[in-house]
């Protein structure tokens, strides 16, 4: 099986935040294999815009440097990397003032696709939308990417939408959330909507319950004094996981075409009902050999933030109601994993008896690390001596149907600037989308605010704190483990 390489429009890419952490660790090593893979056109430009000073030949050894450490040991042709460093420049640029702009404008080209990563802090975001108007950069078909956090609550994402609308229209915003890039993100729509042997089991009266766990295995580090005004509910629950919800819950799009699914996806957010306290649990992570605590990370020996939350959350509609939901993330976990889980209920009726124990199909999404699906399908343990049942997996790994093509597949970084410079907003949030979230999330913040909750302590290297097991124990459910 080899995937298909399908050439974009020559385009000039600048990247506000060009000397950045995320430039040099994702944007400039994805775009690099993109290069080597034949799907960045000649003619095309990519153009780093920040404060620091250097010029064109500095900033490819930064960019060289950058592929080196972060291109994943892509290997190229000969001299391929020099030709990519070719379609690369610099300017020096004062998002807040007028240096740079004049210059930056003078390398942009007419009839050419143009795009603008804002890869700076979202305090930027109105300025630089402002100049790139002022100093005639931007075009009715330019496209401007803007990265998370959104908004810290539904009042500054009306705002920063606001911002963003004076200068830009919403078919020229993509709002980026890198888990929607991945290949089995992508999977899991083609599963649902293009097999027959699930649609008609999505939905309450088969499925038992639904869970979404992203666990990491650091710590905040150096993130502190920003992670400990948002916490992992804003950190992630609000923007990854509610992503990841939309997909698994939502109905059916009539098209799929980026306002048909981004519609249907608007309909689950609105669709969540408000989440009893009790149903949520918040932790820190604490001290062991390997790493301080929580508290000793953010500097503040009395942070209420949370490193970890769980939660069970309902959705009101006829395909979902009475199937619960259990979301779960946290850092300093005993394994790096993102997964969604699909469990289905028990037969109606065993004829096996007691002895055979009880066994559920469950189809599970891993989207890191080793991105593919397994379903465990009941069958007899090999052996004499009685009927005995065991679940098996059913296993669709990337590495194994791919083999060696399984490293050409692009990443999720990889896909979704591809995606800008086409045109396609379809794996990008609408701005009703990100307002919803947050119309949301802000109650559950601000009840735990006023109940002045003090988050659980929980081991590092565990599965979070002990209340998180005891929320799905209460229904008579477990947690799927934790592993890479």
């Known amino acids: 099986m080899v995937s298909r390489v399908i050439p974009v429009d020559p385009f000039d890419l600048v990247i506000f935040g060009g000397t950045g952490d995320l430039a040099r660790r994702k944007i400039l090593p994805g775009l690099f294999r993109r290069f080597c893979a034949g799907q960045m056109p000649e003619g095309s430009q990519i153009i780093g815009a920040a404060r620091s000073e250097m010029d064109d030949a500095e900033y490819r050894r930064m960019v060289s440097d950058a592929v080196a450490e972060f291109g994943g040991g892509r290997t190229c ?245 009475g199937t619960p939901f259990y979301l779960r993330t946290g850092k300093r976990l005993k394994a790096r994993a993102s997964e969604i889980a699909v469990v289905f209920k028990d037969a109606p009726h065993s004829i096996f008896g007691a002895d055979a124990g009880r066994h559920r199909n469950v189809l599970a999404i891993r989207l890191q690390p080793n991105e593919g699906m397994t379903l465990d399908v009941t069958i007899k343990e090999p052996g004499p001596g009685g009927m005995r049942l065991v679940d098996v997996p059913l296993d669709m790994s990337f590495a194994d149907a791919l083999g060696p093509d399984a490293e050409e597949v692009p990443d999720a970084y990889e896909r979704l600037i591809m995606d800008v410079i086409r045109g396609n907003q379809t794996l990008f949030m609408r701005g009703d989308e990100v307002e919803a979230a947050w119309a949301w999330t802000d109650p559950l913040i601000a009840g735990w605010q006023a109940r002045n909750d003090v988050p659980k302590t929980y081991d590092p290297g565990s599965s979070g704190p002990e209340d998180a097991l005891m929320l799905m124990h209460r229904d008579g459910r477990k947690w799927r483990e934790v592993k890479a």
């Not at 804002?118 to 975001?125: G, H, I, K, R």
């Not at 002022?134 to 078909?141: C, D, S």
């Not at 009266?205 to 979404?212: A, F, G, R």
């Open 77 to 321: 042709e000969a001299g391929t990397l020099d030709a990519f460093l070719d379609t690369v420049s610099y300017v020096t640029t004062d998002a807040k003032g007028d240096g740079g702009w004049v210059e930056l404008n003078g390398k942009m080209r007419a009839d050419t696709v143009r795009a603008f990563y804002f890869s700076v802090a979202p305090s930027l975001f109105g300025d630089l939308a402002e100049r790139l108007h002022r100093f005639g950069l931007a075009t009715p078909e330019s496209r401007i990417v803007v990265e998370k956090p959104f908004g810290h609550d539904l009042e500054s994402a009306r705002a920063l939408n606001a911002t963003l609308a004076q200068h830009f229209h919403e078919t020229q915003i993509y709002r980026i959330d890198h888990y929607l890039g991945k290949e089995t993100v992508q999977n899991l729509m083609a599963v649902r909507f293009g097999n027959m042997l699930f649609e008609p089991l999505w939905n309450a009266q088969y499925v038992d319950h639904i869970q979404i766990t992203v666990a990491e295995t650091v710590g905040v580090g150096g993130r502190g004094g920003y992670y400990d005004k948002s916490g992992a509910m804003r950190d992630m629950v609000q923007n990854h996981l509610m992503q990841l919800l939309c997909l698994i819950a939502m109905e059916p799009p009539a098209k799929f075409e980026p306002d048909a699914v981004r519609d249907e996806k608007l309909k689950v957010i609105r669709a969540l009902e408000p989440v009893d306290w009790h149903h949520i649990v918040r932790g820190q992570y604490g001290a062991d050999e390997n790493g301080p605590s929580y508290r000793e990370d953010v500097e503040d020996p009395k942070s209420r933030t949370e490193s970890f939350i769980a939660m069970k959350c309902h959705i009101s509609n006829w395909r979902w109601a």
